[in-house]
C-alpha cells in the first residue's frame, strides 16, 4: 500500500520540492547567466525546512545559498552543502573561526567586526571571506556613508587576513518607492567606489525579490532570492513570472458535533449559533502558527470547501463551521493554507486577514510541527 503524506500525524506541513525547483528554475532564466542565483534559506527556510529549500534551490540553478545566522550556515555545511554559504547577519566574533574553517562567507560593516575577522583568521591560518554591506538607506545593519573611511581603513589595515567578497546593501521599498530605490542605487554605487581600492573583485549585489522583478539594471553579479522562492511574487508581477506556491499546512479533524441555535463556541463565547450547526474541532491553534486574529474571520479548507473558524483561536486547535461539508468525521484533514482538491488559500490570503506578510504566516508555522517533502499532488479529474 502506498504511504499517504501525513497518515499518523495530528498536524503536519507538505512543501512541495517540484515547485521550489520550478521557481528558481524560473528566477534562473530571469537574470543574466552571468550573475549568480543566491536563494536565501533562512528561518528554516521561510518555514519550508532550510535543508529541503536548499537542495531545491540549487536543483533548481542556484549556486548559492544565502542565511541570516552563522549556527544556520553551519548546520547546511554539516548536511554536506558545499556550494557558497552567505551570513547575511552579524556574526558574533566567537563565531569567525569556525566560519572560516568551513569556507563560509559572512557580513561586515564595522572596523570591529573586520578585526576581529582578521584575528580569526590569523589563528586558522586562513583568509575570512567577507562581504561589506553598506546601509544606503535602509537604516538597519550597514556602514552608513560618514563612517566608510573607517572601514576602508580598517580593510586595508587587515588585507592579508581579510579578502572581500562581496558588497551589498538592501532596500527599503523596492515594490511602493521607484524613487526611493534608485536613490539608494545612486548612493550604493558611489561607495562602491571607495571601497574598490580594497575590493577590487568583489562582487555586487542589491536585489531581493521585489527589486529582482523590478529593476533589472540592479541585477550586478548576484541576486538574494527570498519569498519569491516559495511562490511568492510581488503582486504586479504575477502574471509576468510563474511561480508556485510550495508549502501548505494541514491538521487533523478531532471531533465533529453539532450545536443548538443560541448556543456559543469557544473561549469568551465569541461566536454563537443562529441556527443549529456543525463544528468541527481541528487539531491546530496558535501554538503551531495559526493567528489568533483569524478568531471568527478565518477559514479552514476541508473537503474542498472554506469554512470559518467559528470563535476564537486556541493554542492547540480550531472550531470551524462545517455545517455545509457533508460525511465529515475524525481524522479527515483540514487545510490552513496551501493547495488542495482545487481550492488555493495561500499564505498571502491568510496574512492580508491579519494585515501582515506571508513571510510571517510562513515562517510563523511552528518548527516541530513535521515537514514532508512531496512532489506535487495532481487535482481531480488529471
Known sequence: ????????????????????????????????????????VKSNGYGH???????????????????????????????????????????????????????????????AGIAAAAAAAAQANRRARVHVKLDSGLGRLGVREEDLPAVVAALQSDADHVEVAGIFTHYADPEGNADFTQEQHRRFLEEVVSLRPVAPDALLHTSGSAAILNFPEMHHDLVRLGISFYGYAPREHASTIDLRQAMSVFARVVQVKTVGAGESVGYGRTWWARTPRRIATVAIGYGQGVPRAL?????????????????????????????????????????????????????????????????????????????????????PGE
Open 295 to 379: 478568531s471568527n474571520r478565518g477559514h479552514m479548507v476541508i473537503r474542498g470547501r472554506r469554512c470559518l473558524i467559528a470563535g476564537t483561536v486556541n493554542m492547540d486547535q480550531v472550531t470551524v463551521d462545517v455545517s455545509d461539508v457533508d460525511a465529515l468525521a475524525a481524522g479527515d484533514e483540514a487545510m490552513f493554507f496551501g493547495h488542495r482538491e482545487g481550492v488555493l488559500m495561500g499564505a498571502d490570503e491568510v496574512a492580508d486577514l491579519v494585515d501582515t506578510i506571508p513571510h510571517e504566516i510562513l515562517c510563523g508555522v511552528a518548527d516541530w510541527v513535521p515537514r514532508l517533502a512531496v512532489g506535487r499532488r495532481p487535482e
Open 1 to 40: 500500500m502506498t504511504s499517504i503524506p501525513g497518515s499518523g500525524l495530528l498536524r503536519w506541513a507538505e512543501v512541495d520540492v517540484e515547485a521550489l525547483q520550478h521557481n528558481a528554475a524560473a528566477f534562473r532564466a530571469h537574470v543574466p547567466r552571468s550573475t549568480h542565483l543566491l536563494v536565501m
Open 49 to 111: 525546512g532550510a535543508e529541503t529549500a536548499a537542495q531545491a534551490a540549487l536543483d533548481g540553478g542556484a549556486t548559492w545559498l544565502g542565511v541570516y545566522t552563522p549556527d544556520e550556515a553551519l548546520a547546511l555545511r554539516a548536511a554536506g552543502f558545499s556550494v557558497p554559504i552567505l551570513v547575511a547577519g552579524w556574526s558574533p566574533p566567537a563565531t569567525h573561526r569556525p566560519l572560516i574553517e568551513e569556507d563560509v562567507d559572512f557580513t561586515v560593516f564595522d572596523p
